[in-house]
């Protein structure tokens, strides 16, 4: 939910997406995408949080990453960018996950985890950020 959540946060800052997304100019879809995004970082914390590749988390990274890539396109190259959005965002699901379950091991799930965030909120401000630049 990170890819919604910063584009839901640079759209409540007035910046544009390059891509056509008719959902990002909707206020309920705004408040949603930002609720999601604290949901997630929250949840991944606890001990009964599943997989992120188990069917649901797959199906809504894959929704998230559709979404976030077909607005971060060039106007009339949506569903390029969806398409590589997609096809990067699962792949990394499973490569982030043996990351993830390694650093566990080491450091514990909520520093694990926090670290993660970290790391993954700055990418995503980071990539909305360059790619709605005024």
Do not use: C, N
Not at 19 to 33: E, I, Q, S, Y
Not at 93 to 99: E, H, I, Q, R, S
Request: glycine share 14%; charged share 20%.
């Amino acid at each position: 939910m990170t890819p919604m959540a910063a584009l839901a946060r640079a759209h409540l800052a007035g910046r544009r997406t390059p891509g056509r997304l008719v959902l990002l100019g909707h206020p309920l879809f705004t408040a949603g995408a930002l609720a999601m995004g604290v949901g997630e970082l929250l949840g991944d914390k606890m001990k009964s949080a599943p997989d992120r590749t188990v069917f649901l988390g797959l199906l809504a990274r894959i929704m998230s990453a559709g979404i976030a890539g077909a607005a971060l396109a060039p106007r009339g190259r949506e569903r390029e960018g969806a398409g590589l959005a997609v096809g990067t965002a699962v792949p990394m699901a499973y490569l982030t996950l043996a990351g993830r379950k390694r650093a566990m091991d080491e450091i514990g799930q909520t520093r694990s985890g926090l670290i993660e965030d970290a790391l993954i909120v700055a990418a995503g401000i980071a990539v909305v950020a360059y790619a709605v630049r005024r």
